[in-house]
């Protein structure tokens, strides 16, 4: 339909309705394409663009906690863009401009003062897009760790070992380096091992191989291997690494109890002993004991004159 034909439309409706509105006619004429756009943008939306999100989002593999949210955004987007133009088919141009020169104004004081939140919502979009960790995973940052609960837009909470809620901006962790030990099927544990300078360190190494080769939570490939990375005050370092497979924290702290235990308890059995620091105290001079201060008196220290 062209340009002139629609609006000879509209004329001919508004000749129909006059003389049941009178002056009213133009108002109710302006009200009805406002609504029929705005109504028309909605079916848009449901019957095109919502199916194409949501094909878009099983492409890329989002979880439902990542979609929900962005459907609203998608969905708000639509809205403001249907109001937008029905404003503009119904004639309120002058109230358009007035409307765009307020949002500009309101946009720029918002963004002022919600500086912060909108920081940890950029952050949110990154977590979501990025997945550098997802909804049960066991994490780490600043000193800090425990399993994700949520991730919203704005802030991602974790709960800690000890059972406390951490309500964390999204912005701390997309600013700073957050370790995810159970993000990969299999986790590298390492444990170093001191022995005495007197023991054979090629008989504690078959130990620590043999007893991870006897645990079923160990995996044999890769293979358990034991490096010599210590000579330390009062031991000699050997680093055990093993492999774990599906980590979660609680698999992570009883595999390596388990493994630390049974190695131990062989050390004990053949043999091989874990010192403990020791050290030793001398002094150049000879030491002597002073029994009382009236001794110190008697030898001129202190004393009147």
Do not use: C
Request: net charge negative.
């Amino acid at each position: 339909m062209s340009a002139a034909g629609g609006t000879s439309d509209v004329v001919a409706v508004a000749g129909t309705l006059e003389p049941f509105l009178r002056p009213l006619t133009g108002i109710v004429i302006d009200a009805a394409i406002f609504l029929a756009v705005v109504f028309a943008t909605y079916l848009l939306y449901k019957a095109v663009i919502a199916p194409l999100v949501l094909r878009l989002f099983d492409r890329q593999g989002l979880d439902e906690h990542a979609r929900r949210p962005l459907q609203k955004i998608v969905a708000f987007l639509v809205l403001f863009a249907g109001v937008t133009v029905a404003f503009g088919a119904a004639g309120y141009q002058g109230f358009l401009r007035s409307l765009a020169t307020i949002a500009a104004a309101a946009t720029l004081a918002i963004g002022f003062a919600l500086q912060d939140v909108i920081k940890n919502f950029v952050a949110g979009v990154f977590i979501y897009t990025d997945k550098p960790f997802r909804i049960g995973d066991w994490i780490e940052w600043q000193g800090n760790s425990g399993v994700v609960e949520d991730i919203s837009f704005r802030v991602t909470r974790v709960r800690t070992f000890d059972n406390e809620l951490l309500t964390v901006p999204n912005a701390v962790l997309t600013g700073d380096v957050v370790k995810n030990p159970v993000a990969k099927k299999t986790l590298r544990l390492k444990f170093v091992f001191g022995i005495d300078y007197e023991d054979d360190v090629e008989k504690a190494t078959d130990i620590i191989v043999e007893e991870a080769e006897r645990s079923d939570a160990i995996l044999d490939d890769p293979a358990p291997s034991v490096r010599l990375t210590e000579l330390a005050d009062s031991y000699v370092g050997l680093q055990s690494r093993i492999w774990i497979d599906d980590p979660s924290r609680a698999d992570f702290v009883k595999a390596r109890a388990d493994y630390v235990k049974a190695v131990k308890k062989r050390f004990d059995e053949e043999g091989i002993s874990i010192p403990f620091p020791q050290r030793t105290v001398s002094g150049r001079n000879e030491w002597t004991d002073p029994t009382s201060f009236g001794g110190a008196a008697e030898a001129g220290i202190g004393g009147d004159s």
